[in-house]
């Protein structure tokens, strides 16, 4: 533990609390430990059953359900770029109700964040193009104290989209990350 704490993977926030990882643990964790899971065909049957029920509505109607569902199951924040100008997130009860978000200072910062939420994510639907991202801390525009997952697609008729999970740092990645890329297979079908 103390080699580990001397390189700055982990730390000791006070006297009486145990250690916990850093964000360069975080990050050293998500480059060399996590694993690509499959979500269980129940999570999976969860999903599903959300486009499947809302044949007929918009594209847009049918991503904000499926949104609310993985904001459900994540048990964080979701948010998504529906194209360059359209933007929805749900969820940020799950974000704020997190222990490390319990701080004064710390619920303002994410509240300010939460005020440019869709210019960040007017940004990430320009930057990111193909695939997933997970971003840690410092790396994650939402804030130095999250994490995000995002993913992108790109739908049958052309219409692309950028989607994530916003939650701590101690997130469940390897789980979040499947719900991510399950979402992304459903998104392309819509």
Not at 28 to 42: G, P, S, V
Not at 106 to 118: A, E, K
Request: aromatic content about 8%; charged content about 25%.
């Amino acid at each position: 533990m103390a080699a580990l704490e001397k390189e700055g993977y982990i730390h000791q926030p006070h006297t009486s609390a145990g250690r916990i990882p850093t964000e360069k643990g975080w990050k050293h964790y998500i480059e060399n430990f996590l694993r690509d899971i499959d979500l269980t065909e129940a999570e999976k049957k969860a999903l599903d059953s959300v486009i499947q029920k809302e044949t007929g509505l918009a594209h847009d109607s049918v991503i904000k359900r499926v949104a609310k569902q993985l904001a459900e199951m994540s048990k964080e924040a979701v948010f998504v770029g529906l194209n360059s100008d359209s933007y929805y997130y749900t969820g940020l009860s799950n974000l704020f109700g997190q222990p490390e978000f319990q701080e004064l200072d710390l619920v303002r910062h994410i509240s300010s964040v939460v005020d440019t939420l869709d210019e960040v994510i007017k940004k990430m639907f320009d930057d990111f193009r193909d695939g997933t991202t997970v971003m840690v801390g410092s790396d994650n525009p939402f804030g130095n104290e999250c994490s995000s997952i995002v993913g992108t697609y790109e739908n049958k008729s052309g219409q692309r989209g950028v989607f994530g999970i916003l939650g701590p740092m101690r997130m469940d990645y390897e789980q979040n990350l499947a719900l991510i890329k399950h979402a992304q297979k459903l998104f392309i079908n819509i």
